[in-house]
């Protein structure tokens, strides 16, 4: 009596070709597909219905949560390095709490909308409030010269940005994972 006890699963059958068995199916809506009806899609394997549904159908953003998320990102950008450049206090770990703080806003104004449009715009956003502090703590030299902010772009010190920035960018994309 060997084996008695065991049961044989079924393998599941092709939602479109009942003739044909498979391990596989979609990732959506989970129907089993044999090898011939499988699409591949941006996230994985989908049926043909699936992936002919609309960006909005499959998740992606509205017009108005992207629009809201970006401009969210841009005013806490302005804000946050406008502060941390009147601080004077940009280095790695201010640039990594910017960078949250406006992948947070986007994240909230989004209403907590996931889409990489709106990660990369936080991120792009992040990058540009920390292109704000550079400025904003350089002015406090400049004492009338408009020609100061100009000369402030074009003189630093990229080397010493560049953590910095991907700090910030890494900031605003790591909020929208946790």
């Given at each position: 009596?060997?084996?008695?006890?065991?049961?044989?699963?079924?393998?599941a059958?092709c939602?479109?070709?009942?003739?044909?068995?498979?391990?596989?199916?979609?990732g959506?809506?989970e129907?089993?597909?044999c090898?011939?009806?499988?699409r591949?899609g941006?996230?994985?394997?989908?049926?043909?219905?699936?992936l002919?549904?609309?960006?909005?159908e499959?998740?992606a953003?509205?017009?108005?949560?992207?629009?809201?998320g970006?401009?969210?990102?841009?005013?806490?950008?302005?804000?946050?390095?406008a502060?941390?450049?009147?601080?004077g206090?940009?280095?790695?770990?201010t640039?990594?709490?910017?960078?949250?703080a406006?992948?947070s806003?986007?994240?909230v104004?989004?209403?907590?909308?996931?889409?990489?449009?709106?990660?990369?715009?936080?991120?792009?956003?992040?990058?540009?409030?920390?292109?704000?502090?550079?400025?904003?703590?350089?002015?406090?030299?400049?004492?009338?010269?408009p020609?100061?902010?100009?000369?402030?772009?074009i003189?630093?010190?990229?080397?010493e940005?560049?953590?910095p920035?991907?700090?910030?960018?890494?900031?605003?994309?790591l909020?929208?994972?946790?």
């Amino acid at each position: 009596m060997r084996g008695a006890g065991r049961r044989r699963v079924a393998t599941a059958r092709c939602f479109y070709h009942p003739d044909r068995e498979t391990n596989v199916s979609c990732g959506r809506c989970e129907r089993p597909l044999c090898p011939d009806c499988v699409r591949h899609g941006p996230t994985g394997v989908r049926c043909e219905e699936c992936l002919s549904l609309s960006p909005r159908e499959r998740g992606a953003a509205s017009r108005e949560q992207t629009g809201r998320g970006i401009g969210a990102a841009f005013g806490a950008a302005v804000v946050g390095g406008a502060v941390l450049g009147w601080l004077g206090f940009v280095n790695v770990v201010t640039a990594l709490v910017l960078g949250f703080a406006v992948g947070s806003a986007a994240f909230v104004a989004s209403r907590r909308h996931r889409d990489v449009t709106i990660q990369g715009a936080a991120g792009a956003m992040a990058l540009f409030g920390l292109l704000v502090a550079v400025v904003m703590g350089s002015l406090s030299g400049a004492q009338g010269d408009p020609g100061h902010v100009v000369r402030i772009l074009i003189n630093v010190s990229y080397w010493e940005f560049v953590l910095p920035a991907i700090a910030a960018i890494v900031g605003a994309i790591l909020r929208f994972l946790l």
